[in-house]
């Protein structure tokens, strides 16, 4: 069969591979301590599940609006307003099939052959392969762990050319846990105005942070910048709904409507009950928020001094999400060799850096339980000795 040629460019997900590996070893009866999933290891809280179930008692189980449930457009433009500090309208709003839907729309809608996208060096797994996806040419900036994995303004000045469309900002970021300050945010927004630039900001981790770290939402910082951002987010991090597929972009109508129209033609609407179940995330109690906060809290305490006491390893503490990004250099081992043999002999799941574009990290996640991590913690110290 000769497969379109947009398809043979993409390879398959690194993250997963890893993953189902560390799940065939578990189906073998071996005790593996997984630090590989990019999900919270809690059940959505019980008001959302109840939203959900009394959408379906009340037989919301028809088509909806493409652009998604008048009523969760309504509630996602008034969170923004009033968290976020961004001025939209229900119009201004679709919700997608996960924030990974949102990101592949308003690529496919905007970015075209030609088209470069800046895109920063690690990144999450999907940016550069949608922008291929779409044909257009993703532009990766690699940047420094002594500038915690952050794009500088003048890194992001000289990646600009006249073929520039996007530039893609990830805060709190996966896969470093970085956060980008508000000066940082600020000085880049300067420069994204300066060069014209659209900037597509995915806040899916916004809420996922730690130590007074503060989010700004980059749109916020003034109307020219606003006039040219999208933003990216969704329900999967802070509410625990992985599995529920709703996520949303916020951006000038123009764009929402396009991504309607190709909405309209490829998934139509997200499933109807589960957004209702997104209506009570937003609009019902913060506080299972809170609880997932505190036990993120303690557990990355806990991996950040496990790996401060393994002399080979080292990391920039994280303020945000829930992970940390492992500088693995000092062992001489690229990361993909690294992360399968720690696999293989000590039976821990972690992703190599490699997936994110960086071969000298490894990253591992923090959404799993003490024991696991205290467990897994001792192992990597003895695979880490034995090299
Ligand atoms: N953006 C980032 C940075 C992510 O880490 C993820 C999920 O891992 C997504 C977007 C997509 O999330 P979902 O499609 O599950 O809402």
Same mark, same amino acid.
């Given at each position: ?25 578990k189906?073998?009866?071996?005790d ?7 999900e919270?290891? @809690? ?8 939203a959900?179930k ?7 189980? +028809?088509?909806?609006?493409?652009? %998604? ?8 433009a ?8 961004? /001025? ?5 709003? !679709?919700?997608? /099939? ?6 592949f729309? $308003?690529?496919?809608a905007?970015i075209?052959?030609?088209?470069? =996208? ?6 999450? #797994? ?10 257009g040419?993703?532009? $990766? ?6 500038? &915690?994995?952050?794009? *500088?303004p003048?890194q992001?000045?000289?990646? *600009? ?5 996007? @530039? ?5 970021? /996966? ?11 600020r ?30 939402? !980059? &749109?916020?910082v ?19 709904? *992985? ?9 000038? #109508? ?13 998934t139509? /609407? =997200? ?9 009570a995330?937003?609009? &019902? ?13 303690? +557990?990355?305490? @806990?991996?950040?001094? &496990? ?14 999400? @829930? ?8 062992? %001489?081992?690229?990361s ?5 043999? $720690?696999?293989?002999?000590?039976? =821990?799941?972690?992703?190599p ?16 339980? $003490?024991?696991?991590i205290?467990?897994?913690l ?10």
């Open positions: 069969m000769k497969l379109a040629q947009r398809v043979t460019k993409v390879p398959a997900s690194m993250t997963l591979a890893i993953s189902a590996k560390a799940k065939a070893m189906a073998e009866g071996l593996v301590c997984s630090f590989s999933a990019g919270p290891d @809690f059940q959505t809280p019980e008001h959302i599940k109840e959900a009394r959408a379906l008692d009340e037989g919301k189980t +028809r088509y909806g609006p493409a652009a %998604g449930e008048p009523k969760l457009r309504e509630a996602i008034k969170k923004l307003q009033i968290n976020n500090r961004l /001025n939209y309208e229900s119009s201004n709003i !679709i919700v997608t /099939n996960g924030g990974k839907q949102s990101l729309n $308003l690529i496919l905007l075209e052959t030609g088209d470069e =996208v800046i895109i920063p060096v690690p990144y999450w #797994v999907s940016y550069p392969e949608m922008v291929k996806l779409a044909e040419t993703p532009v $990766l900036v690699p940047t420094e762990a002594s500038n &915690g994995y952050k794009i *500088t003048e992001l000045r000289k990646a *600009t050319t006249s073929k520039s469309k996007l @530039f893609v900002l990830n805060s709190p970021s /996966n896969p470093t846990g970085m956060v980008y300050s508000p000066a940082e945010i000085a880049l927004a300067e420069v994204i105005v300066e060069k014209d630039l659209w900037v597509v900001s995915d806040e899916i981790y916004e809420k996922i942070l730690y130590d007074g770290a503060e989010h700004l939402s !980059i &749109g916020a003034n109307p020219d910048v606003f006039s040219r951002t999208i933003i990216s987010n969704g329900f999967a991090k802070s509410y625990a709904m *992985t599995g529920w597929r709703v996520g949303y972009t916020a951006a000038p #109508v123009e764009l929402i409507k396009a991504m309607t129209r190709i909405q309209g033609h490829s139509s /609407n =997200v499933c109807t009950f589960a957004q209702y179940g997104a209506i995330a937003l609009e &019902g109690s913060q506080e299972p928020l809170k609880i997932m906060l505190e036990a993120f809290t303690e +557990r990355r305490r @806990f991996i950040l001094d &496990g790996i401060a006491a393994i002399p080979t390893l080292s990391c920039p503490q994280p303020n945000g999400a @829930f992970y940390v990004y492992i500088n693995i250099g000092e062992t %001489g081992m690229n993909r060799d690294f992360c399968n043999l $720690l696999l293989d002999r000590h039976h =821990v799941a972690a992703v850096g490699i997936a994110f574009g960086s071969d000298r990290e490894i990253r591992m996640s923090y959404a799993t339980d $003490l024991t696991s205290e467990k897994g001792e192992r990597l110290e003895k695979f880490v000795a034995s090299l």
